[in-house]
């Protein structure tokens, strides 16, 4: 409660969300636009820079439009997601489709969407029609698309599939309409996929910064409901200092009036003037916003927040990154200045650190000539970046800090989206350390989380401690479901080790804990066969397809056994009702399949599909190494198991593989 009153109404740094619509002004026009092409187009791709406002327009703005119209919305979707779930827990799938479904439906397992395509996910939903019968457009949105672009090496195999099942699911179904929200240093990127997604030019729509007339209704209109509002010429007045731009050059200060206003710096001002009222206040009047509308000051505490917050994240000293800032981009003469972003490095820092400044939207970044450029976010910026570096830092201290253990664990999820792995587990074990004995779910989630970057960088044995960490906390807390699934996680990564006898027993206990999950029973049966016993899998994955005959994961792990076995025909078969070709692993399988059946131009053609996006991958190395034995390349199938690290093959595969090196 601030101000004497029960609801504030201006959001501040964050974006809005869905309940947020009775506070979010300005964008009427833009999200009646957006919600007219996206019915009515097979693909929209909604861009702009950071912070301009992509996801709540999304959220507050057309989802709201859209509960007029007679459609079907999915919720908005997510390329990426947080740390609870032990991911080592799940056979390889691609982690693009496991992110997505999750955000599409968030009350289901991620167990149950494990194996599931995107057109699958969506055909399970069955048709969509209104209450006369007739057949709905199907929205389905991806907020934050240049996650896809994002280029984490592991990850880099499963892009063009994740695209494939996109456009796989939008030539099954002429009612879907799918929307890509992206920032537009992305966009070139996205661009290169826009014929096989919507069979020609997409819908594009911009999403600028706020014109004045919308600047205006984004400030007086969140008031209209409650015991205070502007008089007259205060909100214009705002307005027009929010647009007004002041520069320290060589030639003394300048100023002039800009055309837009950024929404991050509308908020950050409104919602300060706003705590700055008494309670009592019923009027804003413009004396009052020239005296405490201080957006110089507003937009400075901003600043220091988001670069104390930054170096805390990535270790670095604030000194160094403001320094860095200033000195980097503002010329001389007191403009914007740009910097070339390397592979690595953007004048001297790191890219990660360059990412969360603008992801915190202190920088935005702009494609020209096939090169990314990085600047200030606004010509508004530049005179607090250089009264920050000049010492007159507002009221910001240690409170930045991550203030417990839950907050210290989001920062080291952040950092890992930032790509930086390693600075992900110093948050991680930070957030362990600062985590107490109340808070034991938190705990699971750290050392679920401490697993998962155990297994992104190959440490099998650091992710089985972890994963037997966090079974061992939910055991305490009674969570039967948790515990089964840490302990199918750890015996997938003792199984990496090649300690099989432990994998299986480690994995029966899991199905013990959770029988009616299905993974975790194919997962049994993998291990099972990983360890030399095809035939004691094959019974397995028949009880979990006689419980669901359709399940993904049960008919891709049965048709790779099939194929292994010398039984092509019926992996084939199998393969076929997976409707789920472009899985590295199914490729691979069906590589092996066609070899075995003498089919040598197809085989080779999958084979090289497979390789190209899952060649590290150990039961994609092993299956195409098998076919290419087949084929009799066996020097290049020598090279294909050296290339297997993720995780490495195991005994019994190599056994299969004979004396190939």
């Excluded at 890509?180 to 999403?207: F, N, Q």
């Excluded at 800009?258 to 001002?269: A, C, G, N």
């Excluded at 049965?558 to 997976?578: K, M, N, S, T, W």
């Amino acid at each position: 409660m601030t101000g004497g009153f029960e609801t504030e109404p201006y959001i501040g740094l964050r974006a809005y969300t869905k309940e947020d619509h009775e506070r979010f002004f300005g964008r009427d026009k833009k999200a009646y636009e957006i919600a007219v092409h996206w019915q009515a187009h097979r693909l929209t791709m909604l861009h702009g820079p950071s912070g301009v406002g992509k996801t709540s327009v999304l959220q507050a703005g057309v989802l709201r439009e859209l509960t007029r119209q007679r459609v079907d919305v999915l919720p908005i979707g997510r390329l990426s997601h947080g740390s609870a779930f032990p991911i080592a827990a799940l056979p390889e799938r691609n982690p693009f489709t496991m992110a997505l479904l999750s955000s599409w439906a968030p009350g289901e397992s991620l167990t149950r969407l494990s194996g599931l395509t995107v057109q699958q996910f969506l055909r399970r939903r069955g048709p969509r029609t209104d209450k006369y019968g007739d057949p709905v457009p199907v929205l389905v949105a991806i907020d934050q698309a240049e996650e896809l672009f994002f280029d984490f090496p592991h990850r880099l195999g499963f892009r063009d599939p994740f695209v494939a099942q996109l456009a796989e699911a939008l030539d099954d179904n002429k009612d879907l309409r799918l929307l890509l929200s992206i920032r537009d240093d992305y966009l070139a990127r996205l661009m290169a996929h826009e014929e096989r997604l919507s069979g020609g030019p997409a819908a594009m729509v911009a999403l600028a910064p706020l014109r004045e007339e919308e600047a205006l209704a984004a400030v007086k209109e969140p008031l209209a409901r409650m015991a205070r509002s502007y008089a007259p010429q205060a909100a214009e007045n705002l307005v027009r200092e929010l647009r007004t731009v002041r520069m320290e050059g060589m030639s003394g200060p300048t100023s002039y009036v800009s055309d837009t206003v950024e929404p991050v710096q509308l908020q950050i001002v409104c919602a300060a003037l706003w705590r700055s009222c008494p309670s009592d206040m019923k009027v804003i009047t413009p004396e009052y916003v020239e005296r405490h509308a201080d957006v110089d000051r507003s937009l400075g505490d901003f600043l220091t927040g988001a670069l104390t917050e930054i170096a805390q994240e990535h270790e670095i000293s604030v000194d160094r990154l403001s320094t860095w800032l200033r000195e980097t981009f503002i010329t001389e003469l007191g403009t914007r200045d740009t910097a070339y972003e390397g592979e690595t490095q953007t004048a001297g820092m790191r890219n990660s650190v360059v990412k969360a400044l603008i992801d915190r939207h202190v920088l935005k970044a702009e494609v020209r000539s096939g090169s990314r450029w990085c600047e200030l976010q606004h010509d508004r910026l530049l005179q607090p970046v250089l009264l920050t570096h000049a010492g007159g830092r507002p009221r910001h201290g240690p409170g930045h800090a991550p203030a417990s253990a839950v907050e210290c664990l989001r920062v080291a999820e952040q950092v890992f989206a930032d790509g930086d792995l390693t600075l992900a587990e110093t948050h991680a074990q930070k957030a362990k350390r600062m985590c107490g004995e109340g808070d034991q779910r938190t705990r699971a989630e750290i050392e679920s989380f401490l697993g998962y970057l155990a297994c992104e960088r190959g440490d099998w044995a650091a992710a089985e401690d972890c994963y037997r960490q966090a079974s061992q906390v939910y055991e305490r807390l009674g969570d039967t479901a948790a515990v089964g699934r840490c302990l199918a996680a750890a015996g997938r990564v003792i199984l990496h080790q090649g300690r099989t006898d432990e994998a299986i027993a480690e994995l029966y206990s899991a199905v013990g804990r959770v029988p009616r999950d299905l993974a975790v029973q194919v997962e049994l049966a993998m291990t099972m066969w990983h360890t030399g016993s095809p035939e004691a899998a094959l019974p397995l994955l028949a009880q979990v397809l006689s419980v669901d005959g359709d399940t993904p994961i049960a008919l891709q792990a049965r048709a790779v056994v099939l194929a292994d076995l010398g039984e092509p025909e019926q992996a084939l078969r199998d393969l076929a009702r997976v409707r789920e070709p472009e899985e590295p692993v199914t490729i691979a399988a069906r590589a092996l399949a066609m070899a075995q059946l003498g089919r040598a131009e197809e085989a080779a053609a999958e084979l090289e599909a497979a390789l190209l996006a899952g060649r590290d991958q150990g039961l994609v190395a092993y299956l195409c190494a098998r076919a290419l034995l087949r084929l009799g390349q066996r020097g290049r199938a020598a090279q294909v198991a050296r290339d297997a690290t993720r995780p490495p093959l195991t005994s019994y595969q190599h056994r299969m593989l004979g004396d190939v090196p």
